[in-house]
């Protein structure tokens, strides 16, 4: 497996821990639909938080989270809406990113609500 492949689902699972650790219950992970992947769908109250995840082992080249770019929103929106529907959920929606900078054994976990306001 390529490095930053291994290094995406290393950073897909540290955003799961630290997820639960927060109170989420982890409802799907890597949910596709049509062109999109959502990384992690998770409940808390009744908020369900689609979470794209994002890790990198340097910040030189930019945060981990101005790498979502505006056709994927839009790809993202698209796959939690049928899945919101296909699972007849009444709930609130929010996008947040986790962005994770892992050098060795050093992270750094940000969790950044609502996060597709900040474009």
């Known amino acids: 497996m390529a490095f930053h492949n291994e290094l995406g689902k290393k950073g897909e699972q540290i955003a799961v821990d630290f997820l639960v650790s927060e109170g989420y219950n982890i409802l799907d992970r890597n949910f596709r639909f049509q062109k999109a992947e959502v ?3 998770a409940l808390k109250d009744d908020t369900l938080a689609v979470i794209e995840v994002k890790t990198r082992t340097t910040n030189s080249f930019g945060n981990p989270e101005d790498f979502v770019k ?3 929103i839009k790809q993202l929106v698209k796959a939690v809406d049928a899945y919101v529907t296909s699972n007849d959920l009444d709930v609130e929606i929010r996008f947040d990113i986790i962005a ?3 050098k060795g054994q050093h992270v750094k976990t940000e969790h950044i609500k609502d996060a597709f306001y900040h474009f």
Request: charged residues 35%; without cysteine; positive net charge.
């Open 39 to 41: 990384d992690i769908l």
């Open 70 to 72: 505006p056709k994927q």
């Open 100 to 102: 994770i900078i892992k």
